[in-house]
């Protein structure tokens, strides 16, 4: 089961305002080849030792205010308790994908200010 970001969501959450020394995982990158490693590596993120910042479950989590995870036949949902109300985004592959989803979305109305 996936237990982090990939790059493509690494990147979409810092476009979205995520401070990079919030994640709790990194890619190294090779200098030789000049692509990032296909799995991070736990600690956090470095700008210093050219490395890109990767969330794990449990990190993501950390920004979801009053979550609740929901597994359904191998899909998953991921429910926010807000001042507004609830808000719910499914179903997702793994959890991270749930999570993610649910960032963005509280990002995107203005319901996520922390970290």
Do not use: R
Not at 55 to 84: D, Q, R, V
Not at 101 to 113: G, Q, R, S, T, V
């Amino acid at each position: 089961m996936k237990s982090y970001t990939d790059i493509e969501q690494s990147k979409k959450l810092i476009e979205s305002g995520i401070d990079k020394t919030t994640s709790d995982m990194h890619y190294e990158k090779d200098s030789l080849e000049n692509y990032y490693s296909p799995i991070p590596l736990i600690g956090k993120y470095s700008e210093i030792h050219n490395q890109f910042p990767c969330w794990s479950l449990a990190a993501l989590l950390g920004f979801i205010p009053n979550y609740k995870l929901s597994s359904e036949h191998n899909y998953h949902t991921c429910t926010a308790e807000t001042s507004f109300g609830e808000e719910t985004v499914g179903w997702f592959d793994s959890p991270v994908d749930a999570c993610y989803e649910m960032i963005l979305k509280l990002k995107k109305l203005k319901l996520l200010f922390a970290k």
